[in-house]
């Protein structure tokens, strides 16, 4: 016996679009289910846009999904393309049936994700690198994370991520590329082939940073993290003003000359009245290959002088997150786009990364700042 309709439309439900992470059913992009006498399933599917990358795969999940059902003997998937009026509805169901207008969800006063912003007051102390497996060990502990590559001149997120593909744009929305069940978005995505340098002023970088948060369609996040560049220029400040509920991660490496920079580059929470998160100190030592000794390479007490330094700037405590010591296969797995806290999480550095992440994963529980859908009741 053939199967019934319902039974393949349950089945398809099951089958999320790769960049959206929604059920196809729900999104529109099936058209035609028609079920042959001899449990043949032909189901007809509408792409976001022509050419989509991913088509092969939601081919395969189709298939795969559809073939499960009882009385089905075979699937065939044939695609084609929305039209531009189904775009539309399309992104407006995604934007929650407000409209095609832009809006920063992050900063809205309801938002529940958490944003943090990872500076540094130099180039050089890893910052991208803890950014990346912070990210990676919030996803890989249930989270739903998304990160900007603001660092918009020296951007290196997609090659740690290991994301080669280019987002793909529905009307004015950007899809994000996945990684790790990370999603990501970097100006090196959109840059021709080849190794051209970025050559923007300050107003083309806030506009840069402003359609990362508001033409990608990032869903509902737990988590966003923002690689910013060394310093305090104009990133930072549209940061600051884009996103003033955004809270600074300051990353330093032990030297007092990193810890210096470093703690100017954190001192800005005091002009733009954001929170610092806290500190994170990297290179903190290097394991000795011999014996349990730490080897102080780049000296010690950086991370804690910059804490101690920012708490005495904002009259309010900054904490010492953690010390990452001195792992090469940090570096290696940041060059093959395969982040050390999942290929090798009990390695010192990783485990240390992944405890971070875990204090900073976890929601506030306090209500300041959040409007709350409630209203007086008269009696």
């Not at 559809?66 to 531009?84: A, I, N, R």
């Not at 400040?237 to 991660?249: C, G, H, Y």
């Not at 009245?273 to 290097?286: F, K, P, T, Y």
């Not at 093959?336 to 240390?352: H, W, Y």
């Amino acid at each position: 016996m053939a199967p019934s309709p319902e039974l393949v439309m349950a089945a398809l439900a099951t089958v999320n679009d790769p960049e959206i992470r929604r059920p196809i059913t729900d999104l529109g992009m099936v058209d035609n289910v028609d079920i042959s006498p001899a449990g043949v399933v032909r189901v007809r599917v509408l792409l976001t846009v022509a050419g989509c990358p991913l088509k092969d795969r939601i081919t395969r999940d189709v298939t795969e999904a559809v073939s499960k059902v009882d009385g089905v003997t075979g699937v065939q998937v044939d695609l084609d393309v929305m039209s531009e009026e189904q775009r539309k509805g399309l992104q407006t169901k995604l934007r929650g049936d407000r409209g095609p207008e832009k809006e920063i969800p992050f900063a809205k006063p309801g938002s529940l994700t958490r944003v943090f912003a990872v500076a540094s007051g130099k180039g050089g102390v890893g910052k991208s690198s803890v950014t990346v497996n912070l990210a990676a060990a919030m996803a890989s502990q249930g989270l739903k994370v998304g990160v900007v590559d603001a660092d918009i001149y020296g951007h290196s997120v997609p090659r740690m991520l290991g994301v080669g593909e280019r987002p793909t744009k529905v009307e004015d929305m950007i899809m994000p590329p996945v990684a790790h069940d990370i999603k990501v978005i970097s100006v090196g995505m959109f840059k021709p082939e080849g190794n051209t340098p970025v050559v923007w002023r300050g107003p083309m970088l806030d506009r840069a940073l402003y359609q990362f948060l508001t033409d990608v369609y990032w869903g509902d996040l737990d988590v966003l993290l923002m690689d910013l560049p060394p310093g305090t220029g104009d990133i930072a400040i549209s940061v600051a003003q884009r996103l003033p509920t955004a809270e600074i991660l300051v990353v330093t490496t032990p030297q007092q000359a990193a810890a210096e920079v470093a703690e100017r580059a954190g001192s800005i929470a005091a002009q733009t009245h954001q929170q610092i998160a806290g500190v994170i100190e990297n290179m903190a030592w290097l394991p000795c290959p011999h014996c349990d000794e730490r080897i102080s390479v780049f000296g010690e007490g950086g991370g804690q002088s910059v804490a101690d330094a920012l708490t005495r700037t904002l009259g309010a405590r900054v904490p010492l997150l953690g010390q990452v010591p001195i792992d090469m296969r940090l570096r290696e797995g940041g060059d093959e786009g395969k982040p050390l806290v999942l290929t090798d999480p009990d390695a010192p550095a990783a485990a240390e990364l992944r405890r971070i992440a875990s204090g900073l994963g976890k929601k506030p529980t306090s209500l300041k700042g959040l409007k709350l859908d409630i209203s007086p009741v008269k009696h």
